[in-house]
């Protein structure tokens, strides 16, 4: 894909996201990783509604602006989960209501932020972690992250929003459409007592469509 194409792409989902209300004002951030090793990122205070395909910040492969407006101060986080996952090929961070809400409620685990509540839901977003709170743009949100060791594909920040890898642009928005989703049905079936899917149900979509979830990795710690 050209870099035109990939700077209209960008845009394109970024204009999406913000006018069905995914993420407000100059909230949020996406970025690409180039063959080269370098990304495109979204610039700082910039509203994903209203993106300019020519100010898309350009990054070398050691995080240095070649060309385009600052990017976004987030680049730690984005630069953690690219780091250890490899698999990795583009980044969204939102503020997205529903998702930021349920990191603020007390019985949310770490290890699995949601439960198994649909097969797309796993399916594209996997089981997500939430890491505690830090400032916006805090070098330590990248240890965080990296302590998760790339197990995870998607993570929830406390009080801020999602952070979401994909193996292209298109399938990291749709998980982070999904987990906001998940997120929602959450929130509207609390204190519901609502059916999950069953071990055996997540089992067999793990089995079926070959899902890296961590609580089905060999290890002991999940």
């Not at 845009?11 to 993420?23: A, I, K, Q």
């Not at 385009?68 to 980044?91: C, M, N, Q, V």
Request: a negative charge; hydrophobic letters at 35%.
């Amino acid at each position: 894909m050209s870099d035109a194409r990939q700077r209209e792409e960008i845009c394109r989902y970024g204009r999406s996201l913000f006018e069905r209300g995914l993420t407000p004002g100059s909230s949020g951030n996406i970025s690409l990783r180039l063959d080269d090793g370098g990304w495109l990122v979204t610039p700082t205070n910039a509203s994903l509604g209203f993106l300019d395909p020519a100010r898309i910040s350009r990054l070398d492969a050691e995080g240095q602006l070649l060309s385009g407006d600052k990017p976004t101060k987030e680049i730690p986080l984005h630069t953690a989960l690219y780091d250890t996952r490899g698999s990795a090929r583009a980044i969204v961070h939102l503020h997205s209501t529903h998702a930021v809400a349920l990191t603020m409620l007390p019985e949310i685990d770490p290890r699995a932020a949601l439960p198994p509540m649909t097969p797309y839901y796993l399916m594209r977003a996997g089981e997500t972690a939430l890491v505690p709170y830090y400032r916006p743009g805090d070098p330590a949100v990248a240890e965080a992250i990296r302590g998760l060791a790339g197990k995870y594909s998607s993570v929830l920040l406390a009080n801020h929003g999602p952070v979401v890898a994909g193996d292209s642009l298109e399938a990291a928005v749709f998980a982070t459409e999904e987990l906001e989703e998940t997120a929602k049905l959450y929130l509207l079936l609390r204190n519901l007592n609502p059916r999950y899917l069953s071990p055996g149900q997540v089992a067999d979509l793990v089995n079926t469509f070959g899902l890296d979830l961590p609580s089905h990795h060999d290890h002991d710690d999940h």
